[in-house]
């Protein structure tokens, strides 16, 4: 196997379980272990307003990563001596853009922005990755973790 097969193997290895871990779910039905068997705050209200937002992804550079590596696996088959060489590192620079632009956009979701009247009077509102069908006027459980997280359930 020659280096430039090695390297796109290696690219496509590191694409195939870095990614994954970047589609964490932030529903109010999805526990991480760390959240598990961990007591929670039980509130209840009505939802006065829901608004569809967007939560934004974010990029750890392992797309840049993969994605440059590619692109200059790619640019280096293009021309020869100084060319090569061009091509190689613009390769390289298209492929840090599109990696990142790529891990950014597949952590990108749709969401629900629900504000909330508690039985106590207390006015809140909470972001959470849409997950039911909720509706103004909906009696709804809000769990707040120890660690400042809230849900919201029905």
């Known amino acids: 196997m020659n ?6 193997f290696l690219a496509v290895f590191c694409a195939l379980f870095i990614f994954p871990g970047c589609g964490t779910s932030q529903t109010g039905k999805v526990y991480t272990q760390g959240q598990a068997q961990k007591s929670l705050d039980v509130y209840y209200g009505t939802i006065i307003e829901l608004r569809e937002v967007t939560i934004q992804g974010s990029s750890s550079g392992a797309g840049a990563v993969v994605g440059g590596v590619a692109g200059g696996v790619v640019g280096s088959t293009i021309g020869s001596g100084r060319g090569r060489t061009l091509a190689t590192v613009g390769g390289a620079l298209a492929g840090v853009a599109a990696g990142s632009a790529v891990e950014k956009k597949s952590g990108t979701k749709a969401a629900m922005e629900f504000t909330i009247e508690l039985d106590n009077g207390r006015m809140m509102a909470v972001v959470q990755e849409a997950d039911g069908h909720y509706r103004v006027g909906d009696r709804v459980r809000l769990l707040q973790g120890g660690d400042g ?3 919201v359930r029905q």
């Open 3 to 8: 280096l430039e097969k090695k390297i796109i």
């Open 149 to 151: 997280t809230w849900r």
